[in-house]
């Protein structure tokens, strides 16, 4: 509809769509003593959105809206029934102005979650949020964005949580010169608990530097960074209990070779690798560790454990553990009745390479939907160098709410947490870090391809100790026929730095053959291993692994995977781990997928000569 007053264009668009949809699920899951879940359900689910937008001048936009969500579940676990009702209300409004050098404008929002489940009370939660933002993009200068957010999170009777958020951010991005970036953060996040009477406040700054070049016909690719991060964090208040955070040296992750349901595994295994995304205080940037859907579903099949941890570097008594994460699509909020799938194991080790499962079980995490946090309360442990968190990616007998995509959640950031009692007085800590890093790359030969690649990493921590790793790797790819292909590589990387004693130097290799003998039938044959070597052990890892796929028709999908891991340590410790995965996909219709994967593994361990009991697990999903 366009109106013309007085001259002046008004653009106005009303937009508004409903979704019903009805689903059912079943799944079965068999345990390593043999117990089977049998799990029955079926979803109702409703979604009614309305949008409205006019443009009140040339450059001034109002943008109105919300939507209503209903989901029914009514479950069947083993012939116990239970049902839950979730609403979601979400009303909007905003005022944009924009031009080509400045956008501006302010918002509000609001969550009204309302559950009930189970027979316990109802649950109502609200999120009340107002922002206002500047972006000013200047030609050839620095970029300026600032961005406030306050928020006030409260359920009905404000007897259960009742927090109020003021969070600001400023963030400018320059390039002098060719090649060249410049970039600055600063973070300012104020929280105050109404209830427990308790107050926490972060300020955050980072400059970043960024070089990056080719030479000799792009033959050679120079990059590197620096990075300069400080962070202040304060709480105060007189609640029973100051939830305080924790300061690591560094972020670690890993995908495990296991897809077991720990214990037993993994109890020896490859070091986790450094990760600093997970520490970096930025909630919505992916870290690479997708526990996702997609990765679980044919023809990937991969359910083997994800692995994130952090290094304190002196051992540190951790209480709760923050996982954050992030939807495939921006500001998508992950649903309750998924996070609740997932069960969390926790390991703790005093050298990053031999892990103690520190509860006899895994653990389930409470779930808080506005900021797609987990938070896993720990029990009382003693002080760990290592802590590590491993979870399965989302199984695919888990059906998500319609318009909910849970095909990629990233995790974000790690964070951990002591308490401390109020009559201690609250907590001030501070902590400052430097990163460098340095990555040449050459094309050495360009058939076959063989490519040479160093990487130097720095990074020093106060308080705390200054690391490096410096690697230098070969890779050779050959085309060997038309349907086969042929590759491999060998590297060192060496670890120093830090504690007196944790050097470590570890020699890499890995092979493998890709055959495509038609367009419909793919395999890949992996070999690949380490030798770790430490100032008081020597830990070796091999393993070979084959994947294969077919297209039988269209439509009709086919998977075989299989393979044997190896881990053995000079402190006596050794593993053999088997596995099998067949599976089958079958897609009668776009909008209708069938699955069909039947997994079994087998683990013998022993340590110190000491044989350990022979565990297998057989896992069937439809």
Do not use: C
Request: glycine letters at 8%.
């Amino acid at each position: 509809m366009l109106v013309l007053l007085r001259g002046t264009a008004m653009a106005e668009i009303v937009s508004g769509s409903v979704d019903l949809v009805y689903s059912t699920f079943h799944a079965k899951d068999t345990d390593a003593t043999g117990l089977s879940t049998q799990t029955n359900g079926t979803t109702y689910f409703q979604r009614y959105t309305l949008g409205f937008s006019r443009l009140l001048y040339p450059q001034l936009t109002l943008q109105a809206g919300g939507s209503f969500d209903k989901s029914i579940t009514v479950a069947d676990i083993n012939d116990v029934q239970f049902r839950s009702t979730v609403i979601d209300v979400m009303p909007n409004a905003s005022l944009v102005f924009f031009n080509p050098f400045v956008t501006s404008g302010v918002g509000w929002s609001r969550r009204e979650e309302k559950t009930d489940s189970g027979g316990a009370s109802p649950h109502t939660e609200f999120q009340d949020s107002k922002n206002a933002f500047l972006l000013f993009r200047p030609e050839g200068l620095p970029t300026l964005n600032l961005l406030f957010t306050r928020s006030n999170r409260y359920d009905k009777e404000r007897q259960a949580e009742n927090t109020t958020s003021d969070d600001f951010s400023a963030n400018s991005a320059y390039q002098p010169v060719k090649n060249l970036s410049l970039s600055y953060n600063a973070t300012l996040d104020k929280t105050e608990n109404k209830i427990d009477g308790t107050t926490t406040t972060t300020e955050q700054q980072s400059g970043r530097a960024s070089y990056s070049r080719q030479f000799f016909k792009n033959r050679v690719a120079f990059t590197s960074d620096y990075v300069h991060t400080s962070t202040v964090s304060e709480t105060s208040g007189h609640g029973e209990k100051l939830k305080l955070p924790l300061f690591p040296f560094a972020g670690l992750s890993a995908i495990s070779t296991f897809n077991l349901a720990p214990p037993p595994s993994p109890i020896l295994g490859a070091p986790l690798s450094p990760n600093q995304p997970l520490i970096d205080g930025n909630l919505t940037a992916s870290t690479g560790m997708n526990i996702g859907q997609s990765v679980s579903l044919p023809p990937v099949n991969d359910t083997r454990f994800r692995e994130v941890g952090l290094d304190f570097v002196t051992p540190t008594a951790v209480k709760t553990l923050d996982v954050f994460v992030v939807l495939n699509q921006p500001n998508q909020d992950l649903p309750a009745s998924v996070a609740d799938t997932f069960t969390w194991y926790v390991y703790t080790s005093p050298d990053n390479q031999n892990w103690t499962l520190s509860t006899p079980m895994g653990l389930k995490a409470s779930f808080d939907p506005f900021s797609n946090r987990f938070e896993i309360s720990l029990p009382d442990m003693a002080p760990t160098r290592y802590i590590m968190v491993a979870v399965q990616p989302l199984s695919i007998g888990v059906v998500a709410p319609t318009g909910t995509d849970v095909s990629n959640i990233f995790i974000t950031e790690l964070q951990a947490f002591i308490t401390r009692s109020s009559t201690l007085g609250g907590g001030k800590s501070s902590q400052s870090s430097e990163l460098y890093d340095l990555n040449v790359r050459a094309n050495l030969l360009n058939s076959p391809m063989l490519v040479y690649n160093m990487y130097y990493t720095h990074m020093k921590n106060d308080p705390g100790y200054a690391t490096y790793t410096l690697g230098n790797s070969l890779s050779l790819s050959k085309p060997l026929s038309q349907t086969l292909t042929g590759t491999a590589r060998v590297a060192r990387e060496d670890n120093g730095g830090g504690a007196p004693g944790a050097g470590t130097r570890t020699y890499l290799y890995s092979a493998a053959l890709m055959a495509t003998p038609l367009p419909t039938l793919s395999s890949t044959l992996v070999m690949s291993g380490n030798r770790l070597e430490a100032s008081d052990s020597t830990t070796n890892s091999n393993s070979l692994f084959l994947n294969s796929s077919a297209q039988l028709y269209r439509g009709i999908d086919g998977n075989l995977s299989g393979g044997e891991s190896r881990l053995s340590s000079s402190l006596g410790s050794d593993s053999e781990n088997t596995m099998i995965n067949v599976g089958a996909g079958l897609v009668p219709h776009r909008n209708m997928t069938i699955s069909v994967n039947y997994g079994m593994t087998t683990l013998r361990s022993s340590l110190k000569g000491v044989e350990r009991p022979i565990v297998r697990t057989n896992n069937a999903t439809t």
